[in-house]
């Protein structure tokens, strides 16, 4: 079964700092992979996708990850994080059915 | 891309009543999900809600506890019946474009059961 782990709870960094948010998966096939982030009382909003292509993606806000195959690891990442990059991050793939499995979140916090 | 409203934005309801979500796209789409998130804990799949057919749920939940209804391709209601305190969650309805493609979420539905 498809399925994606997000080993980190939370994750603090300095402003200005590079920031790096972990995922792996488990999948049959090839694997779609999604970043979200949820920022209080709100949605999900989407980051950036793998489908196939390049291994680095890059998507919104100036956000990028790294698919590895050989380490079936998709982590998320900011060169220089801001304050208001504080969320709660969501990675997620798609399974055999078209469904999305998300990992258990992990809590940014970054401090000026 | 898509936009999608969803109402109420949080309630504070009586334990043993029941609330109905409203969630609206402002484009046509096939599928609607319809998602809970407990406080702390990541996103669970309800169901998925299609058009001119049931709604089909996932382990664990039922559609007496959760009847959905899909009267057209823009619209979707979740109802949370006969509630109690752990039922108590966010509530998020999402629409998807494929499966190479994101998927697009509400603002979400924070109900509180007292």
């Known amino acids: 079964a498809q399925s994606v782990a997000q080993p980190e709870d939370q994750v603090n960094v300095a402003e200005g700092n590079p920031l790096t948010v972990k995922c792996t998966y488990s999948?049959?096939?090839?694997?779609?992979l999604f970043w979200y982030v949820q920022y209080p009382n709100r949605g999900l909003q989407f980051l950036l996708k793998?489908?196939?292509?390049?291994?680095l993606v890059k998507g919104s806000y100036g956000f990028e990850a790294e698919f590895n195959k050989s380490q079936t690891s998709f982590h998320l990442k900011k060169p220089s994080a801001l304050v208001s990059d504080s969320a709660l991050y969501f990675c997620?793939?798609?399974?055999?059915?078209?469904?999305?499995?998300f990992g258990a979140g992990t809590q940014v916090v970054v401090t000026p | 891309s898509a936009v999608i409203s969803q109402k109420p934005s949080r309630d504070i309801c009586q334990r043993g009543t029941s609330l109905t979500i409203q969630c609206q796209v402002d484009?046509?789409?096939?599928?609607m999900f319809w998602y809970r998130q407990q406080p702390g804990q990541s996103l669970t799949l309800i169901a998925t809600?299609?058009?001119?057919?049931?709604?089909?749920?996932e382990s664990g939940f039922v559609i007496d506890k959760f009847p959905i209804s899909r009267p057209n391709l823009t619209f979707s209601t979740l109802t949370v019946s006969n509630m109690s305190p752990e039922d108590s969650s966010i509530y998020l309805c999402?629409?998807?474009?494929?499966?190479?493609?994101?998927?697009?979420f509400g603002q979400g539905t924070r109900l509180t059961v007292v």
């Open positions: 999402s629409v998807d474009v494929g499966q190479g493609g994101e998927a697009f």
């Open positions: 997620a793939v798609r399974d055999n059915w078209g469904k999305l499995q």
């Open positions: 793998y489908i196939t292509g390049d291994n």
């Open positions: 809600a299609n058009q001119g057919s049931e709604a089909t749920y």
């Open positions: 999948v049959s096939g090839n694997p779609y």
């Open positions: 484009s046509q789409v096939t599928m």
